[in-house]
């Protein structure tokens, strides 16, 4: 049988073998972004979670609402460490925090006693050399927290000094510190009372 547009046929070919090699690039592009992405969140969950877990964290989540200090409603993602199927810890990301300037988004690592394992700044909008200062890379603030818990520092002692509290301030940023250590001491006490909840599946 004779093909009615001989000169059409090798274009015809052509565009075909060019879909094939543009659907392969696609695929492999979207399994590229998506490891990339993964690697990314793992590097930020081990920041705020010491590696003495064995299961694939990334796939061991949960996501859950919660109301926060306004009355809103928040979404965050639970990333549950466990080692030999025993609860190790988890990682609340994103936590979100009232700031100067807008929201600061924070990753916060518990340890399965209550003990704060690591907290860190994901996003902000702070002003630089003042609320700014909270990020990690900038000082050392953050590190106020690591291995607090209620059992050390009652809920009524989580505040800045200049409110009765046990916390240093950033300096000129009273209103960012305030609103990371509430933020900290808000996921801290959600996790205290959903700790067995957090873990079922």
């Known amino acids: 049988m ?13 565009a075909g ?7 392969i690039t696609h695929d492999l592009s979207k ?3 998506s490891e990339n992405i993964r690697m990314e969140k793992l590097q930020v969950i081990g920041a705020v979670m010491p590696p003495d877990f064995d299961n694939n964290i990334y796939d061991d989540l949960k996501v859950i609402n919660y109301s926060d200090d306004s009355g809103n409603q928040v979404t965050t993602t639970v990333y549950r460490a466990r080692r030999s199927d025993q609860p190790v810890g988890v990682v ?3 936590i979100p925090a009232k700031g100067y300037n807008g929201t600061i988004h924070l990753s916060i690592g518990i340890h399965y006693d209550g003990t704060l394992s690591g907290v860190q700044v994901l ?4 002003t630089e050399g003042l609320g700014g200062n909270i990020h990690q890379d900038k000082t050392d603030w953050l590190k106020l927290f690591a291995n607090q818990s209620f059992d050390i520092t ?4 989580w505040a800045i000094k200049d409110e009765a509290g046990i916390f240093d301030q950033l300096s000129g940023a009273t209103i960012t510190s ?3 250590i509430n933020a900290v001491k808000n996921s801290l006490e959600l996790y205290m009372i959903e700790q067995d909840a ?4």
């Open 92 to 94: 609340f990301m994103p």
């Open 17 to 23: 073998l060019c879909a094939i090699v543009l659907s």
């Open 123 to 126: 996003k902000h909008q702070e």
């Open 154 to 157: 009652p809920m009524e002692s």
């Open 31 to 33: 399994e590229r972004i």
């Open 2 to 14: 004779k093909f009615p547009h001989k000169n059409l046929l090798p274009l015809i070919i052509l």
């Open 198 to 201: 957090l873990f079922s599946d």
């Open 178 to 180: 305030r609103g990371v």
